[in-house]
T-cell receptor, first 111, second 109 residues
Framework: NAGVTQTPKFRILKIGQSMTLQCTQDMNHNYMYWYRQDPGMGLKLIYY???????DKGEVPNGYNVSRSTTEDFPLRLELAAPSQTSVYFC??????????FGPGTRLLVL | RKEVEQDPGPFNVPEGATVAFNCTYS??????FFWYRQDCRKEPKLLMSVYSSGNEDGRFTAQLNRASQYISLLIRDSKLSDSATYLC??????????FGAGTRLTVKP
């Protein structure tokens, strides 16, 4: 099993550009999550999903969108990138909402 | 008040030392509790869950005090490889996981 994979590993965006961060898991987990981690800070939940077709907002959803059309994939969309979205983004999955398994992260820099 | 608070450290200890980290949480309805470990520029990984009765996994002991809304992690006989940031994680019953900012530990020879 590859576990949770994320692409890209690193990206530089200009203000106002858009992009999609990809996340895939092969563990057949029903729950998936997107977090951001700013330097010296804890992870903050952006969006989560408890199954295909179901998504919910987390603590910091503004400026982001998600979709969950399959069990395996949970992409995160940034429509109009802003410097405040410079961060490290982690995707995670879990079975029934307990132990979370994280992807390696995507480092995003918005200039 | 932050939902999950941890002493950021850093804790600098010699090999073989015993070190303890504390974490407090504000939501009394929180249902489950975890310690995660995060190495520099890596993703968090589960270290251990925290059960009401306390639990031990080798050199690591976790305890929960619901009345005081307090979680602890004790590491005995510290190894160089224990150097990392330790994240306290609290889950309310709506699957909204809240992470502390982490406590940084450096174990020195």
């Amino acid at each position: 099993n590859a576990g949770v994979t994320q692409t890209p590993k690193f990206r530089i965006l200009k203000i106002g550009q858009s992009m999609t961060l990809q996340c895939t898991q092969d563990m057949n987990h029903n729950y998936m999550y997107w977090y951001r981690q700013d330097p010296g800070m804890g992870l903050k939940l952006i969006y989560y999903s408890v199954g295909a077709g179901i998504t919910d907002k987390g603590e910091v959803p503004n400026g982001y969108n998600v979709s969950r059309s399959t069990t395996e994939d949970f992409p995160l969309r940034l429509e109009l990138a802003a410097p405040s979205q410079t961060s490290v983004y982690f995707c995670a999955s879990s079975f029934l909402g307990e132990t979370q398994y994280f992807g390696p992260g995507t480092r995003l820099l918005v200039l | 008040r932050k939902e999950v608070e941890q002493d950021p450290g850093p804790f600098n200890v010699p090999e073989g030392a015993t070190v303890a980290f504390n974490c407090t949480y504000s939501n009394s309805a929180s249902q489950s509790f975890f310690w995660y470990r995060q190495d520099c520029r890596k993703e968090p990984k589960l270290l251990m869950s925290v059960y009401s009765s306390g639990n031990e996994d080798g050199r690591f002991t976790a305890q929960l005090n619901r009345a005081s809304q307090y979680i602890s992690l004790l590491i005995r006989d510290s190894k160089l490889s224990d150097s990392a940031t330790y994240l306290c994680v609290v889950n309310s019953n709506n699957n909204d996981m809240r992470f502390g900012a982490g406590t940084r530990l450096t174990v020195k020879p």
